[in-house]
Each structure stands twice: as C-alpha cells, then as structure tokens.
C-alpha cells in the first residue's frame, strides 16, 4: 500500500509562491504526479515525473512551476511560482506502483492565489 501526505498549500498573494511536499510512504513509487481541482472544474494533471526523473508540465504551468522528488526521502514537490488567481484549486498529489501500475492518492492541500 502505498500512502500519500501533502503539505504546503496555503493563502498567497498573486505573483507569490509556494512549495507543496508529498511524503509517499511505501516503495516502488514510478510516477510521481500532481493534479489540481478548481470548483467547479474536473480534476486535471498538473505536471508529473518518473522514476528517472522525467519530468511532463501542463501548458498552463509550465515555466513557472517545477516538479522534483527527492528518492531518498520517498518526497515529491512542486515548487510554484508566478502564481495566478486561476491556479486557485485543491492540489492532490499521485503515485503510480511501478509493478502493477496502480495508482494512489493524497487527499489534497489548499492552494489560493488572491488577486
């Protein structure tokens, strides 16, 4: 099994920044992932990184944010910058297992952008 904490989610004002963190417990974790929802809106992919450290951006995200794990302490992050009002959205982070292709979820962290 495998268990997902985000942190780091909060209030900022707009061109602010913020570091979420997800804490993964348990291995064999391929794809590290984070998704966002915004009210209203369906749950999208906001940029993601594999085992190797391949890294897959949304358009809208990309330049600003930074997806980075850190395999030794089972931790991924995505470091957001230049933030918008529009990047306003519950973030969830999500790990693919790596011999089943199972995915698993965090229940997600709070990110505000106020214009």
């Known amino acids: 099994q495998v268990q997902l904490v985000e942190s780091g989610g909060g209030l900022v004002q707009a061109g602010g920044s913020l570091r979420l963190s997800c804490a993964a417990s348990?291995?064999?974790?391929?794809?590290m992932n984070w998704y966002r929802q915004a009210p209203g809106k369906q749950r999208a992919l906001v940029a993601g990184?594999?085992?190797?450290?391949?890294?897959n951006y949304a358009d809208s995200v990309r330049g600003r944010f930074t997806i980075s794990r850190d395999y030794a302490k089972n931790t991924g992050y995505l470091e957001m910058n230049s933030l918008k009002p529009e990047d306003t959205a519950v973030y969830y982070c999500?790990?693919?297992?790596?011999?089943?292709?199972?995915?698993?979820w965090g229940r997600g962290t709070q990110v505000t952008v106020s214009s």
């Open positions: 990184i594999t085992s190797r450290g391949s890294t």
């Open positions: 999500n790990a693919v297992r790596q011999y089943d292709n199972r995915d698993f």
């Open positions: 348990g291995r064999s974790i391929n794809t």
